[in-house]
T-cell receptor, first 112, second 113 residues
Framework: QKEVEQDPGPLSVPEGAIVSLNCTYSNSAFQYFMWYRQYSRKGPELLMYTYSSGNKEDGRFTAQVDKSSKYISLFIRDSQPSDSATYLCAGRSGGGADGLTFGKGTHLIIQP | GAGVSQSPSNKVTEKGKDVELRCDPISGHTALYWYRQSLGQGLEFLIY????????KSGLPSDRFSAERTGGSVSTLTIQRTQQEDSAVYLCASSLERMREQFFGPGTRLTVL
């Protein structure tokens, strides 16, 4: 079992819809959680960085972490065609390991 | 300000040749990371630098892979005797200090023929 699992998609939604992207993880030591957006042939761009359980909001984006169920989510409100990209979730433990463990990404398509 | 830069953006090489990939982190960032992204495996951690030292080399896939960082800034990832399975996008990231947010560069796309 891979440490971080994501549905690869593609996930196709109409413009203006609320998008829900999800990951599950297996490593109980994870304390930090991130969401990155990656456009084709570009490097990953950091969207959200959260610590432990709870919610964090930044503009149209909300990240949610539930450590009890090892489940992390990213919500995108008022989705735009420019949001079409691959979304990568990642986790990291609180000490010792410095490298991020990534899911394989979900390909999102926002239809105009 | 300037982000993480990587060069070259694309590299095509023949099997058995050595390659060097360069990373310039964000100015003032003390921590630097190398990752590899391939179709089958996704994004995988290779090595971490704090300053010029590499306390975590756990992700390097074989002894053909090595990396160094000089002056607490520029880093070079070297792959010796390249194999076709080394074909991937090699990404560099930096963070202000250990355990902070990591910001990625655009990557180097390596193709081994």
């Amino acid at each position: 079992q891979k440490e971080v699992e994501q549905d690869p998609g593609p996930l196709s939604v109409p413009e203006g819809a609320i998008v829900s992207l999800n990951c599950t993880y297996s490593n109980s030591a994870f304390q930090y959680f991130m969401w990155y957006r990656q456009y084709s042939r570009k490097g990953p761009e950091l969207l959200m960085y959260t610590y432990s359980s709870g919610n964090k909001e930044d503009g149209r984006f909300t990240a949610q972490v539930d450590k009890s169920s090892k489940y992390i989510s990213l919500f995108i409100r008022d989705s735009q065609p420019s949001d079409s990209a691959t979304y990568l979730c990642a986790g990291r433990s609180g000490g010792g390991a410095d490298g991020l463990t990534f899911g394989k990404g979900t390909h999102l398509i926002i239809q105009p | 300000g300037a982000g993480v830069s990587q060069s070259p953006s694309n590299k095509v090489t023949e099997k058995g040749k050595d390659v060097e990939l360069r990373c310039d982190p964000i100015s003032g960032h003390t921590a630097l990371y190398w990752y590899r992204q391939s179709l089958g495996q996704g994004l995988e951690f290779l090595i971490y630098f704090q300053g010029n030292s590499a306390p975590d080399k756990s992700g390097l896939p074989s002894d053909r892979f090595s990396a160094e960082r000089t002056g607490g800034s520029v880093s070079t990832l070297t792959i010796q005797r390249t194999q076709q399975e080394d074909s991937a996008v090699y990404l560099c990231a930096s963070s202000l200090e250990r355990m902070r947010e990591q910001f990625f560069g655009p990557g180097t796309r390596l193709t081994v023929l």
